[in-house]
C-alpha cells in the first residue's frame, strides 16, 4: 500500500456513467484485436491488487495487455475515470441469496458487513481511496438492492435504514484498515505479529511488575492474545444496538410489521 490517496467521482462524471451503464458510444475497433473494457478494467483490478494503487498507471494497464497506451484512451479517457470503473467492478454481489443470512434484518447486517471486511482483504487498494461521493453504477446499486430488499422489516425511518448501513460500513472499513496495514507492516518489517511483541515483552513486563500501571497488570494473560475476535465482538454489539432500537419502536407502535424472512 501507499500512502496517497485517490479519489472516486474525481473524473468526468457524465462519460464515467456513460461506460458504467454503457449508454456511451462504444469505440471503434482499436489497433489490438480483443482489446474492450472489460480487459482493460479487469487489468486495472489485477494491478492494483498485486502492486498497490499507485501501480495502476495507462501506461501499465497498456503494457500489461500488450498494446499501446494511446489504444486504452479509445475506450477510457484517463486514470480517474479507470479508477471509478474498477471501484463498482469489485463490488460485485453474490448471486446466492443464501448470502445474505436467514432472511432477517440482522442477518442481512451481518452477511453485508463479512462480505464488505472480504472484500477490503481481497483488494486492500481499496483503503487508499476517498469514496465520500462515489459514482454509483451497476454493481454498486444491485449490492445496495439486494441488502435493502432484506432490511425492509426493520422498522427504520428511510433516512434510518441507510444510516444503519453507513454505521456498519464506517465499522467495517476501521477494522479492515487494521488487518490490512497489520499485514502491510509484517511484509515490511520481515517481522510476525508475535516476534513483534515479542521484542517488546521485556520491557513491558518490567512496566507491569513497577505498580505503575494496576489495572492493565492485572489484565488475564489471553486479553491481548488471538484468540479474541475483536470485529465480531464489535459487529453484534452494534447489531444489539439495533435490536434495541428497533424493538422500542415496535413498542411504541411503529408502522414496522413483525419480519418474514424472504
Do not use: C
Not at 234 to 262: C, K, N, T, Y
Amino acid at each position: 500500500m501507499t500512502s496517497g490517496t485517490e479519489t472516486s467521482g474525481s473524473g468526468d462524471i457524465a462519460r464515467t456513467l456513460d461506460l458504467l451503464w454503457d449508454t456511451g458510444r462504444r469505440p471503434s475497433r482499436g489497433p489490438k484485436p480483443g482489446l474492450t473494457l472489460d480487459r482493460i478494467v479487469e487489468a486495472a483490478v489485477e494491478v492494483a491488487d498485486r502492486d498497490g494503487l499507485g501501480a495502476v498507471s495507462m501506461r501499465r494497464i497498456a503494457t500489461e495487455l500488450g498494446t499501446g497506451t494511446m489504444s486504452l484512451y479509445r475506450y477510457v479517457p484517463g486514470k480517474a475515470e479507470l479508477l471509478d470503473l474498477m471501484l463498482d467492478r469489485v463490488q460485485h454481489p453474490s448471486d446466492d441469496a443464501a448470502a445474505l443470512g436467514d432472511g432477517t434484518w440482522r442477518a442481512a447486517l451481518e452477511a453485508m458487513a463479512r462480505a464488505t471486511l472480504a472484500l477490503y482483504r481481497r483488494h486492500p487498494w481499496l483503503l487508499e481511496v476517498n469514496q465520500s461521493r462515489p459514482i454509483l453504477g451497476p454493481r454498486a446499486l444491485d449490492g445496495m438492492e439486494k441488502v435493502l430488499a432484506r432490511i425492509k422489516s426493520i422498522g427504520l425511518s428511510d433516512p434510518e435504514m441507510i444510516s444503519a448501513i453507513i454505521m456498519i460500513d464506517g465499522y467495517v472499513v476501521g477494522a479492515a484498515r487494521t488487518q490490512v496495514y497489520q499485514q502491510e507492516a509484517e511484509r515490511t518489517s520481515g517481522l510476525t505479529d508475535a516476534q513483534f511483541w515479542e521484542a517488546q515483552r521485556p520491557t513491558l513486563e518490567k512496566a507491569m511488575t513497577s505498580g505503575r500501571y494496576p489495572f492493565l497488570a492485572s489484565l488475564s494473560e489471553e486479553t491481548f492474545g488471538p484468540g479474541f475476535d475483536h470485529f465480531e465482538f464489535g459487529l453484534q454489539r452494534i447489531l444489539d444496538g439495533l435490536e434495541v432500537l428497533v424493538a422500542a419502536r415496535r413498542a411504541a407502535g411503529g408502522s414496522a410489521a413483525p419480519e418474514e424472512p424472504s
